[in-house]
């Protein structure tokens, strides 16, 4: 016992006689002991211990066991003070190689009991001197068979052990490595394998080995709890590792750049989406700083995201510009996220960057087409829609360069609107187009080397001194015929594809459309313009003609009335009844002469004067107007009545007023030779109008009559009987349509006139 | 040596207006010395007394203008804004006597700084109207 060092089996060995090393005494009684163990070493000690306690004993021991087993087992019962050799030649020991032997009565995987007895008898014959000695046996071919999850071949064999068992006076040590037992698909062959043999020995991190049957069933279950939950761990394990290969299988062909960095922004981890975004391989950039990927103008950006990834906050699509290796710009939105460990410490960051260029320049292509289309809609000057038209191309085609060229009056394309190009330039160019005038539908040119262009050495020298490298021609069109052409510029040579071009021709269809409706426009607003001017013109001289009248046509007449009044006063004494008479018509010509002319110059300048409309007061001018009359003509001896509070209207109240005045004359002036006039006026609602009634007791006017009765010099009555000029009346509804109303008359040719104007209400119904 | 009588100074292109105005004056109470000129540029140099005009005892200066529209050379809108720009006619009234009623002349006319607008033929009124300018030189009433 005291060379038992280790403290387990010291314990076992003081408190547990159940235990395979209490075994020792008993005698004639067959044992099978069951260990499971953990560690080589543990399994090591405890079979040579196992073995040692035979050779103490004067019994004998086989040795069943994998070829290292079997040396580091006889190294340390050789260190108890045994030879090995000795007691072999002896026939006290035996050792066989575990796997060897197993091959000897296996049978495709099953072993086989005449094999197995064939093998083993001999053996146990010999080192039980024919039953008169007891063997200890350690044996570890079921070990091997579990570790091939031959379990049932396993189980089996113990069974074959126990029937030998019954034969023989054998202390029996089986050692099972606990790994092979974690799962539940084994714990059925474990159950069985415990149930093989007469003890179960736990493991060496188990509690001590129980006491009774009880503890020991708890002990057993203690570890099939153990071995399920080992075998939980694996499946969680295999789960992770399949999930981990997942994981990186994403990352690694993601279209993102997956960027790992460490809260100093150095690049720790770089996918291919990374390479192909930035250009940098991962051998190039892991180890570098997050910075040599930000711009010169953008530096600022990180220190930021580090201290917002340091208080474990979270960047989400955070628009921005990165630089790729060969320094052109790349518009991406980065999501950076910060990495934990277990204790939820922040250690890095990963960060997800996705390339919006082709969506940026998509939004960009759809707001400039959406300004230009706002431009053309709103624009008054064509110069606009090409300034718009120009920034619009600019923006889409990602270039400063551009142009728009138009054919002038003598068919030369000039420039009409450009973009960053010199005054050589363009003087040099201009003229020049890739289609001929009259080319109906004329396709884009691209050219996207210049090198490789045909011009002639002019036009080559002059787009070199320019650094233009790559230009395209787009004609400009309208219903296939070629107005101009709108020229984008690059000044490094540029692949022209016609998806890219796309954004192009939709503005060059707007400015197509635009300056053909401007052009349209244009005329007619010309031959408007013209119109007018022309329609001013004939103004001007009708005006200038009622001018003449008014001053030199009654010049004469007046001369001519004047000296007939002259003559009359100073010689009227002198002149018989005749002369006096014919010296009274000269006069009364004359009157009537020049208030013709006044007549016809107040209906002219009613006809062509501008008017403004406002609201009237009719209750008012109608009363100003009647007692004006009365004052001036007392004689007439009329009667005016006019109703209470006439309604307003609209209209303008030099030309109002004139009118009433001449409905009222006329009102008073047809009127049978010994009746006393009478006049009624008063007013009306016609729906929005208000119509301005004048009632005479006059002579009336026969319906026939009446559709003549507003026309210029029209007269319905004999001269003779009713003196007039034949005006009035065309002044009345002249005056009312330039106001927007009309006037008419209401008579049956016996019983007097109604005479009415009609204007728009000022006051709503 | 000052003229005693009122000079009305007539500018007038047409014989006939000429002499109705004279007739009417004549007819009136007004003791008055009319001196006529025929056209606008006449009618200034009478009153800067350029040439044969500079004999004020000929062509004395005038107490009251009448001046009609149409008019040779210069109108009688241009005669009455060159004389409203002359200190010396400050106080001296200027009436517009044409055979146009046009609203447009009448405003015109008073814009320019006329005393009084008269469509001819002179009237009596016309003629009662000169009278009180001349007895009243600096009214400016305009009719």
């Known amino acids: 016992m005291n060379r038992v060092d280790s403290p387990l089996l010291k314990n076992q060995k003081s408190e547990n006689d159940s235990g395979a090393d209490s075994h020792d005494n008993d005698q004639g009684e067959s044992q099978h002991f069951v260990q499971f163990y953990e560690s ?6 405890r079979v040579a211990e196992f073995i040692s306690k035979a050779f103490e004993s004067g019994d004998a021991a086989v040795l069943i066991a994998t070829p290292e087993h079997c040396s580091a087992i006889e190294k340390l019962i050789s260190t108890q003070g045994f030879s090995i050799p000795e007691l072999a030649k002896t026939g006290r020991y035996f050792s066989f190689d575990a796997k060897e032997m197993l091959s000897r009565f296996m049978l495709t995987n099953v072993p086989n009991e005449k094999l197995f007895y064939r093998e083993l008898r001999p053996v146990l014959d010999k080192a039980t001197d024919g039953h008169r000695r007891r063997v200890r046996a350690f044996g570890e071919m079921v070990s091997l068979l579990c570790a091939n999850k031959n379990f049932d071949a396993a189980i089996k064999l113990e069974g074959m052990w126990n029937d030998l068992n019954l034969s023989y006076p054998i202390s029996l040590l089986c050692a099972y490595p606990m790994k092979d037992f974690c799962g539940t698909s084994v714990s059925e062959a474990f159950h069985q394998i415990c149930h093989a043999h007469s003890t179960v020995l736990p493991t060496e991190n188990s509690l001590a080995a129980s006491q009774t049957e009880k503890e020991r069933a ?6 099939e709890q153990k071995a399920k939950s080992l075998e939980t761990e694996i499946v969680t394990r295999k789960q992770m590792e399949h999930h981990g290969r997942l994981l990186s299988a994403i990352v690694q062909y993601s279209d993102d750049a997956i960027i790992s960095k460490d809260l100093n922004g150095i690049i720790t981890s770089w996918n291919a989406g990374a390479e192909r975004i930035f250009g940098y391989k991962s051998e190039e950039i892991v180890g570098r700083s997050v910075l040599t990927l930000i711009p010169a103008d953008r530096q600022d950006e990180e220190p930021g995201i580090l201290a917002r990834l340091r208080r474990g906050e979270r960047i989400d699509h955070f628009e921005t510009v990165r630089r790729r290796k060969d320094g052109s710009y790349v518009d991406v939105s980065l999501t950076v996220s910060p990495l934990k460990d277990e204790s939820g410490k922040v250690f890095g960051a990963s960060k997800i960057a996705r390339d919006i260029t082709e969506r940026k320049r998509a939004q960009q292509i759809q707001h400039a087409l959406y300004e230009l289309a706002s431009t053309v809609n709103g624009a008054v000057a064509l110069h606009e829609i090409y300034d718009a038209a120009l920034n619009a191309v600019c923006r889409c085609q990602g270039t400063h360069r551009a142009a728009i060229l138009l054919y002038d009056s003598e068919g030369v394309m000039r420039f009409r609107a450009w973009r960053d190009l010199s005054p050589e330039y363009r ?25 490789t262009a045909n011009f002639s050495e002019h036009l080559q020298e002059a787009i070199a001194r320019e650094k233009i490298q790559a230009m395209a021609f787009l004609p400009i069109t309208y219903e296939g015929r070629l107005l101009g052409k709108f020229m984008v510029y690059y000044d490094t040579p540029h692949h022209f594809t016609p998806e890219e071009l796309q954004p192009a021709q939709t503005i060059v269809t707007q400015v197509a459309f635009a300056i053909e409706r401007r052009r349209t426009g244009e005329n007619l607003e010309r031959m408007v313009n013209e119109r007018t001017a022309s329609l001013r013109e004939a103004i001007a001289q009708m005006e200038e003609f009622s001018y003449s009248i008014s001053h030199d046509l009654r010049a004469p007449v007046r001369a001519m009335q ?5 003559l009359m006063e100073d010689y009227g004494g002198e002149l018989d009844e005749h002369a006096k008479k014919y010296l009274e018509r000269i006069i009364h010509s004359g009157v009537r002469m020049d208030r013709l002319i006044q007549d016809i110059l107040t209906y002219s300048r009613l006809s062509r004067r501008e008017i403004k409309l406002h609201p009237i007061s009719l209750d008012r001018l109608t009363r100003d107007i009647v007692n004006q009359y009365l004052e001036m003509k007392p004689a007439s001896g009329a009667k005016i009545l006019v109703d209470d509070a006439l309604m307003p209207v609209v209209g303008h109240e030099a030309s109002l007023s004139q009118a009433i005045s001449n409905l009222l004359n006329n009102a008073i002036k047809f009127t049978a030779p010994d009746t006393q006039p ?6 009306e609602r016609r729906d929005q109008d208000v119509r301005l009634w004048v009632e005479d007791n006059g002579i009336g006017i026969k319906p026939e009559y009446q559709h003549r009765l507003f026309n210029v010099f029209e007269r319905v009555h004999p001269e003779k009987n009713y003196e007039g000029t034949g005006i009035g009346l065309a002044i ?28 728009p209400a000022a006051e709503k119904s | 040596m000052i003229n005693p009588k009122p000079v009305i100074l007539l500018a007038e292109d047409d014989d006939n207006d000429v002499f109705f105005m004279r007739r009417a004056l004549q007819k009136s109470q007004i ?11 006449q009618a200034t140099d009478y009153l800067s007394g350029h040439g044969d005009f500079s004999n004020r005892e000929k062509h004395p200066l005038p107490t009251v203008i009448l001046l009609d529209l149409k008019m ?11 004389i409203r720009a002359q200190a010396a006619f400050k106080a001296t009234p200027v009436a517009v006597l044409t055979s146009s009623a046009e609203e447009r002349d009448r405003r015109r006319a008073r814009e320019l700084g006329a005393c009084a607008y008269f469509v001819k033929p002179p009237k009596p009124e016309t003629i009662q109207e000169i009278g009180r300018l001349i007895q009243e030189p600096q009214q400016r009433a305009v009719n």
Not at chain 1, 439 to 450: F, G, M, R, Y
Not at chain 2, 72 to 79: I, K, M, Q, R, T
């Open chain 1, 678 to 683: 009478k006049v009624h006026l008063w007013t």
């Open chain 2, 72 to 82: 040779p050379f210069l109108d009688g809108f241009e005669v009455l804004t060159w």
């Open chain 1, 427 to 451: 003087a040099a160019v201009e003229g020049h187009s890739p289609w001929a005038r009259d080319a109906l539908s004329p396709l884009p040119v691209c050219i996207d080397d210049i090198r």
């Open chain 1, 562 to 566: 004047c000296y007939a009044e002259v």
């Open chain 2, 31 to 41: 003791d008055f010395l009319l001196q006529v000129v025929t056209d606008g540029q």
């Open chain 1, 732 to 759: 009345v509804r002249k005056a009312a349509e330039r106001m927007g109303g009309k006037a008419g008359v209401e008579s049956n040719g016996v019983d007097g006139s109604k005479f009415w104007i009609q204007l």
């Open chain 1, 40 to 45: 080589e070493s543990f399994l090591e000690t």
């Open chain 1, 218 to 223: 708890k002990t057993i279950a203690v570890l």
